[in-house]
């Protein structure tokens, strides 16, 4: 896959989780170009599923096949390449690595440095950080020319002030790594870029508040570019309820749940990051399409999505206070460029801000979803986390190479 030949230079992307990895090709020019994409989803249960699609031609080609563990998946994967990745070859692989702790920030070449610190860096995030370490591994054994590019979730909140970086534990705790990170930095980063081309430099540099409401939902208060605040903090399950992730809690929670019930360490770990959330309010479904389709007939569904809804309502609100006013507001994700009804209830009651939705707009899903009167810019843009890491692939290695 690395040897050149005839074919054309490519950079491969993999955004590894605990039960899925996606992955996509991108052939290297002014800017990189997606030719193929795919995803294995349902690690580690028999049922697995195999999804590859070709750009070009639109085809998607999709399969159940069992997936035991993420060796298999790292075989399954390689014979995707193989298929999809004919005529091209592949310069660089590029990573998404949810937490770089406080030692990274921008894209780093992965070496043994990174890695001793990645795996010093796991139990940040037990759920993400060994599978991405796993594909890192594989990928070094399988192609050694090839360098792979570790890009951090984490980067996008290197700025945070202290007043929404710091946790309110006993100080001893920040030298340890304790403290606010916040997560979707590269949806965010994309989002951002795109608000730039789309709305222009003075829209991105104003007051926007940036919401990546998926699987995984969060929010980003960002002025001039920077972000100020992010509702994840230590770890990607606080902030917002999620399909399965509880969001903020009660600390007092943990003590109570071990004290009444016996709940170790990791069963409270296992329950707010894997049976919350949505799933645990409904007790019906992680998936709010499911939950909207029942919500007129089921009152757990109703309270899990209003819930959902209320949360993202006043997250909007603290961030137009912490930001002194907002300008443009931007739903992206799974939900967010597809739930109207979600973005209507969040936006619900909020003229006070100058935030006003046009109902039919919003219905289809328009690059802009605001009234002509709104003061605010409400925005839909879709996210592309794959895009943004080929990106900043291909510009480190063409600053190290220009070095």
């Known amino acids: 896959m690395s040897e050149a030949g005839n074919r054309s230079p490519a950079v491969l992307t ?166 606010r990170y916040g997560f979707h930095g590269l949806s965010y980063a994309f989002l951002m870029e795109e608000l730039e081309r789309v709305a222009g430099p003075d829209a991105a540099r104003g007051k926007v508040i940036l919401a990546h409401l998926g699987n995984g939902a969060s929010l980003a208060a960002v002025r001039d570019g920077v972000s100020i605040d992010t509702s994840m903090g230590f770890t ?37 990051n894997a049976q919350s959330g949505l799933l645990g309010l409904s007790e019906i479904s992680p998936d709010l399409r499911d939950l909207l389709a029942q919500e007129g007939r089921d009152a757990r569904a109703a309270e899990a999505v209003a819930l959902f809804c209320y949360q993202g309502k006043k997250w909007i609100g603290a961030y137009a206070a912490a930001l002194g006013g907002v300008e443009q507001v931007v739903f992206s994700g799974g939900i967010g460029e597809h739930a109207a009804v979600v973005r209507a209830r969040m936006c619900e009651g909020l003229d006070f801000l100058g935030i006003r939705l046009d109902e039919g707009r919003n219905q289809a899903n328009a690059d802009v979803i605001s009234s002509p009167e709104s003061r605010v810019t409400v925005r839909v843009i879709r996210t592309d986390e794959e895009s943004q890491i080929a990106k900043s692939v291909c510009r480190l290695l063409a600053l190290n190479a220009g070095r």
């Not at 759920?127 to 890192?136: G, S, V």
């Not at 399965?244 to 409270?268: H, K, N």
């Open 14 to 179: 993999l955004n590894a989780g605990s039960s899925s990895v996606k992955w996509a090709l991108f052939r290297i020019g002014a800017e990189p170009v997606r030719t193929a994409a795919g995803q294995i989803e349902r690690i580690g249960l028999p049922d697995g599923i195999v999804t590859v699609t070709d750009v070009a031609t639109g085809q998607r080609e999709r399969r159940a096949v069992p997936v035991p563990n993420h060796a298999a998946s790292v075989q399954l994967l390689l014979d995707q390449l193989a298929q999809s990745g004919k005529g091209l070859s592949v310069q660089a692989i590029g990573h998404r690595v949810v937490h770089g702790g406080s030692r990274y920030a921008a894209p780093q070449v992965v070496s043994p440095e990174v890695m001793d610190e990645l795996r010093r860096l796991s139990p940040y995030d037990p759920e993400h950080l060994p599978a991405e370490m796993t594909f890192i591994e594989a990928f070094g054994t399988e192609y050694p020319q090839v360098p792979q590019v570790a890009c951090f979730d984490t980067g996008f909140h290197q700025h945070l002030p202290p007043v929404a970086r710091l946790l309110a534990i006993p100080r001893r705790y920040e030298k340890l790594g304790i403290r």
């Open 236 to 272: 990607p399950a606080s902030g917002l309820p999620m399909s399965t992730r509880s969001g903020d809690l009660d600390p007092g929670l943990v003590s109570y749940l071990a004290r009444t019930e016996g709940l170790t360490a990791d069963q409270f770990h296992h329950m707010v």
